[in-house]
């Protein structure tokens, strides 16, 4: 069990820094990992807070940038996040 769940983890850690690469908001990234990876809400919370701590001054700038970048739409974002499902789950099984 412990092997699987620390790899779920690195998973939800991997598709969050993916949110982030598309400027997403931390309530984005719960909202899209919920609906496109079935990833609960609370997991993606946890992880994104545990990024927090272990990267300060990456976050601050991140959030302090966000409100300056333009956003994807909707249907970007879904197709973006589609994408790196499949992508992700295809590296998972090398």
């Not at 769940?5 to 690195?10: F, K, Q």
Request: hydrophobic share 30%; with cysteine.
């Amino acid at each position: 069990m412990g092997d699987s769940s620390a790899s779920y983890i690195h998973m939800v850690q991997h598709l969050i820094e993916k949110c982030l690469i598309f400027h997403m908001s931390k309530e984005e990234c719960m909202e899209a990992l919920s609906k496109h990876a079935n990833i609960t809400p609370v997991i993606t919370s946890t992880v994104w807070n545990e990024l927090e701590k272990e990267n300060k001054e990456f976050f601050e700038a991140y959030s302090q940038s966000q409100s300056k970048q333009d956003r994807m739409s909707e249907e970007e974002t879904s197709q973006m996040i589609q994408k790196m499902i499949s992508d992700s789950s295809k590296n998972s099984d090398e």
